[in-house]
């Protein structure tokens, strides 16, 4: 297993993510596989990974507590344990305290390694920042008595989002953890997020690092451009690989939902084997190419803005239609588009087409928004 230091401490390179645990029924996402999911834990440890990260709503709240019974059969000073506060949930802000204390209690320890500020976005930015709620003070006292040990956040949020955040939060954070992909390097532009964190000095935790899985399924062409440079290497494998040429990524996390996941992901990280220029850029070439499937060419040149009448961020707006049709649906551009005014989301496209007669892309504006709006239920 290749470790990395955070401060005075040597953390797995990968950590065991706990939002897709083995199911009992396929149907029921609380339905975890307790024993299966112990197996796993117990392997993990055997082979080396000592972080696992778990939060207050995965598995409609079991997670927390199959993760901490699992655990619970080794020393509490040999592994890393980190959930995260619910602020997703608007109605949870003024429930620091009481979240917070039954956590501890579900995970049935004194003490979390790792804290965290849960998918800081749009929406909930600015009640994170409101100090009415108390959420940072809090955590900062359970700092002071030694049941947080470091604290940070995690981001879907914009750049603008993430700086806002950090512009008042920053000092006291101490890790950072986003969706970072070699797929998403370029279309969420995650490059921009890690720049940002380098610049406050922050380590990176990945999210995501197989985009849920997808790429983990390239086309026969594709696998067999990889091929050709890394005959040894699955796509799983490439994926990590990139993550491993990042130099501020100290945490990856993946949720693995089988010993199979679980047993090839570590043989990966027994060595560290960072991609050179070459291969990097093939896998950006595989990224246009599956970009270029599926998703609407728009360039953000914003001369459409000037050309709307409902005054629509229609870049912003089809930068989230792109990812939900790229991803088939998700969670990422229905909370964001929850974020917007109702008169500013796509269902408010009057379809007059003023922002088509200017699209050097020739992008149909009108009949993406139309869709939009119906998948998104509006």
Same mark, same amino acid.
């Given at each position: 297993m290749i470790y990395k230091n955070f401060q005075d401490l040597k953390l797995s390179s990968l950590g065991l993510g706990s939002m897709r645990l083995p199911l009992k029924d396929a149907n029921d996402d609380s339905s975890?596989?307790?024993?299966?999911?112990?197996?796993?834990?117990?392997? &993990?440890?055997?082979?080396?990974?000592?972080?696992?990260?778990? #939060?207050?709503?995965?598995?409609?709240? =079991? +997670?927390?507590?199959?993760?901490?019974? #699992?655990?619970?059969?080794?020393?509490?000073? !040999?592994?890393?344990? &980190?959930?995260?506060?619910?602020?997703?949930?608007? +109605?949870?802000?003024d429930k620091v305290k009481e979240i917070f204390e039954k956590q501890l209690e579900k995970c049935g320890v004194e003490y979390f390694d790792?804290?965290?500020?849960?998918?800081?976005?749009?929406?909930?930015?600015?009640e994170y920042l409101n100090e009415k709620h108390g959420i940072l003070e809090y955590l900062l006292e359970q700092k002071k008595n030694g049941r947080i040990k470091h604290l940070g956040f995690s981001a879907h949020g914009s750049l603008d989002v993430m700086k806002k955040f950090l512009d008042k939060y920053g000092k006291?954070?101490? *890790?950072?953890?986003?969706?970072?992909? /070699?797929?998403?390097?370029k279309?969420?532009? &995650?490059? &921009?997020?890690?720049?940002?964190?380098?610049?406050?000095?922050?380590?990176?935790?990945?999210?995501?690092?197989?985009?849920g899985g997808r790429l983990s399924k390239l086309t026969d062409a594709q696998e067999a451009k990889l091929k050709e440079l890394r005959p040894d290497e699955t796509p799983t494998s490439w994926a990590f690989r990139f993550l491993q040429s990042i130099p501020e990524? @100290?945490?990856?996390?993946?949720?693995?939902? !089988?010993?199979?996941?679980?047993?090839?992901?570590? =043989?990966? *990280?027994? =060595?560290?084997?960072?991609?050179?220029?070459?291969?990097?850029?093939? $896998?950006?070439?595989?990224?246009?190419?599956?970009?270029?499937?599926?998703?609407?060419?728009? @360039? #953000?040149?914003?001369?459409?803005?000037?050309?709307?009448?409902?005054?629509?961020?229609?870049?912003?707006?089809?930068? $989230? /239609?792109?990812?939900?049709?790229? @991803?088939?649906?998700? *969670?990422?551009?229905?909370?964001?588009? !929850?974020?917007l005014p109702e008169d500013k989301r796509p269902s408010s496209c009057i379809g007059c087409k003023s922002c088509e007669r200017v699209c050097p892309q020739q992008i149909e504006v009108s009949k993406a928004m139309k869709d939009f709006a119906k998948l998104l239920g509006e």
């Amino acid at each position: 297993m290749i470790y990395k230091n955070f401060q005075d401490l040597k953390l797995s390179s990968l950590g065991l993510g706990s939002m897709r645990l083995p199911l009992k029924d396929a149907n029921d996402d609380s339905s975890v596989d307790v024993e299966e999911t112990q197996k796993m834990v117990d392997y &993990a440890i055997e082979h080396g990974i000592n972080y696992f990260d778990t #939060a207050w709503g995965y598995h409609n709240g =079991e +997670s927390e507590k199959v993760i901490g019974k #699992a655990l619970s059969k080794y020393p509490r000073e !040999s592994f890393y344990l &980190a959930t995260k506060f619910p602020g997703y949930d608007l +109605s949870n802000m003024d429930k620091v305290k009481e979240i917070f204390e039954k956590q501890l209690e579900k995970c049935g320890v004194e003490y979390f390694d790792f804290y965290l500020f849960h998918n800081v976005y749009e929406k909930n930015v600015d009640e994170y920042l409101n100090e009415k709620h108390g959420i940072l003070e809090y955590l900062l006292e359970q700092k002071k008595n030694g049941r947080i040990k470091h604290l940070g956040f995690s981001a879907h949020g914009s750049l603008d989002v993430m700086k806002k955040f950090l512009d008042k939060y920053g000092k006291y954070m101490e *890790f950072c953890q986003i969706q970072l992909n /070699y797929l998403d390097y370029k279309f969420q532009d &995650a490059k &921009a997020k890690v720049d940002l964190l380098k610049e406050y000095n922050l380590p990176i935790w990945v999210m995501e690092p197989l985009r849920g899985g997808r790429l983990s399924k390239l086309t026969d062409a594709q696998e067999a451009k990889l091929k050709e440079l890394r005959p040894d290497e699955t796509p799983t494998s490439w994926a990590f690989r990139f993550l491993q040429s990042i130099p501020e990524v @100290t945490m990856i996390l993946s949720g693995m939902s !089988s010993m199979e996941q679980l047993t090839s992901n570590i =043989e990966t *990280f027994s =060595e560290e084997k960072p991609l050179n220029e070459e291969e990097k850029k093939a $896998l950006m070439d595989i990224v246009d190419e599956m970009l270029k499937v599926k998703t609407l060419p728009c @360039t #953000a040149c914003h001369y459409c803005v000037s050309h709307c009448p409902k005054g629509l961020n229609i870049p912003y707006l089809l930068s $989230l /239609y792109n990812e939900h049709i790229f @991803t088939g649906g998700g *969670f990422i551009a229905p909370m964001a588009i !929850s974020a917007l005014p109702e008169d500013k989301r796509p269902s408010s496209c009057i379809g007059c087409k003023s922002c088509e007669r200017v699209c050097p892309q020739q992008i149909e504006v009108s009949k993406a928004m139309k869709d939009f709006a119906k998948l998104l239920g509006e």
